[in-house]
């Protein structure tokens, strides 16, 4: 399909119209299309998909809970007295209430303020005031109906899915299995990181980013700026586009994996092509980069994780973190970051990693940059709407790969965001 001159002088299509059959160029209106955006949710957030909602750290105990999000729907994870992980929809079977307005706790079950309607952990309805009428001088008033029954009216119970201590859910029960919905190449990248020891917590961080949600399933898809955007990588030798790598993608190319290893020089030798580059830039305090090699590693010093469309799981050098993105209409969403560690870290393995994190997070010296150009690109869309983005490094194909000078990975991600929108 092309995009008409008629779009350039103001009358914008209804349709998202793409100029070919490919996915290198993205029509800007896949940004700024409240309707499509709903479409979106429905099609990989609501149905036929895995989506993140936390760790099971989080919820250790029986009775603790976490509130987070599936798209744009609340959704609670809680621990129950059998140890099993639920997760039921923040809505009140009785008046649809968000009942839930702690972000973390421990409770024995869940009330809703609005009229006292009770649930179990689990979400089974348990107590309705009222339920049989208040008797007033012989005479009982009012009342559920006679047909009424408790175990019709409980909260909407989704689909769990747990490994290596992270839990996923879906509202569509007919899904696949999670392994099945990674596949093998990605699945195996997970386990490398999740391996089965017990998660520790270490800490949060949660900014709100003006822009689409799918950039930033596009930013860590995209090996093309990491080493021209962010300084601080190339300057420290963490991400070069030099750098022994590789990319991966499912069968589907939904979800990537960008792999890495940093090389042995540190710092560049070759020509950067990155203006703000400085040689001599030192840290004030070394320990910042005190990179101890892990075992678990098995060579790659970074491995970044998308799992589309809610997750990205993030391995660089010593620091490790889930980054969840919260979809907030066409044009914000919030990012939410859980860093953690392993319950056999080391007093100094746990440091090292905490000082490591402060690359990533709102104010992170990498991550800020991120933030600010997705604000950045979601204006220019928005002033533009019949344009479109250009994806061509690398070609217009779609595969794997064993450098990072490509945008394949964006291009793998339209293919199948096409596949599903245009069924």
């Known amino acids: 399909m092309t995009i ?11 349709e998202l119209q793409w100029e070919s059959d490919g996915t290198s160029r993205i029509p800007f209106m896949a940004y700024t299309g409240e309707e499509l955006h709903k479409k979106e949710l429905e099609r990989f957030f609501y149905k036929n998909h895995w989506c993140y909602v936390g760790l099971e750290a989080e919820i250790p105990n029986h009775g603790d ?11 609670i994870m809680a621990r129950g007295g059998d140890g099993e992980i639920n997760v039921v929809e923040n809505v009140c079977a009785h008046r649809g209430m968000q009942f839930c307005r702690e972000r973390h706790g421990n409770k024995k079950g869940f009330v809703c303020p609005y009229h006292q309607w009770g649930y179990n952990l689990k979400g089974d309805l348990l107590g309705v005031p009222f339920r049989r009428g208040v008797r007033v001088d012989g005479k009982v008033n009012g009342g559920m109906p006679e047909d009424f029954k408790t175990a019709d009216h409980g909260l909407n119970k989704l689909k769990v899915a747990t490994r290596g201590g992270v839990v996923f859910a879906s509202f569509d029960h007919d899904i696949e299995s999670l392994e099945d919905f990674m596949g093998p190449t990605i699945l195996g990248y997970f386990d490398r990181l999740f391996d089965g020891r017990k998660l520790t917590i270490l800490g949060y961080n949660r900014q709100r980013i003006p822009g689409n949600w799918k950039l930033m399933q596009e930013n860590i898809k995209d090996p093309y700026h990491p080493g021209l955007l962010h300084t601080w990588f190339v300057t420290f030798g963490l991400w070069r586009a030099d750098n022994k790598s590789e990319l991966k993608m499912d069968a589907h190319h939904r979800h990537a994996a960008m792999i890495s290893t940093r090389g042995s020089a540190g710092k560049s030798e070759q020509v950067t092509q990155v203006s703000s580059f400085k040689e001599s830039m030192e840290l004030n305090d070394p320990r910042f980069l005190d990179i101890v090699p892990e075992p678990w590693w098995g060579g790659p010093t970074a491995v970044m994780m998308t799992l589309f469309p809610s997750v990205i799981l993030q391995q660089q050098v010593n620091s490790v973190s889930t980054r969840h993105i919260q979809p907030l209409g066409h044009g914000k969403f919030d990012f939410v970051w859980t860093h953690f560690g392993f319950e056999d870290d080391t007093p ?6 905490l000082r490591q994190s402060n690359l990533f997070g709102p104010a992170g010296f990498v991550s800020a940059d991120d933030g600010e150009v997705i604000e950045f690109s979601q204006q220019g869309f928005e002033q533009k709407p019949f344009h479109r983005t250009l994806a061509e490094l690398g070609g217009r194909g779609v595969e794997d790969t064993d450098h990072m000078v490509t945008e394949t990975l964006i291009r793998g991600m339209y293919e199948y965001w096409r596949k599903v929108m245009e069924a």
């Open 4 to 14: 008409s001159t008629a779009t350039a002088s103001g009358t914008f299509p209804k």
């Open 348 to 353: 100094e393995m746990t440091q090292r990693r």
């Open 65 to 75: 809970f976490k509130r987070t999000v599936i798209g744009e729907r609340s959704v």
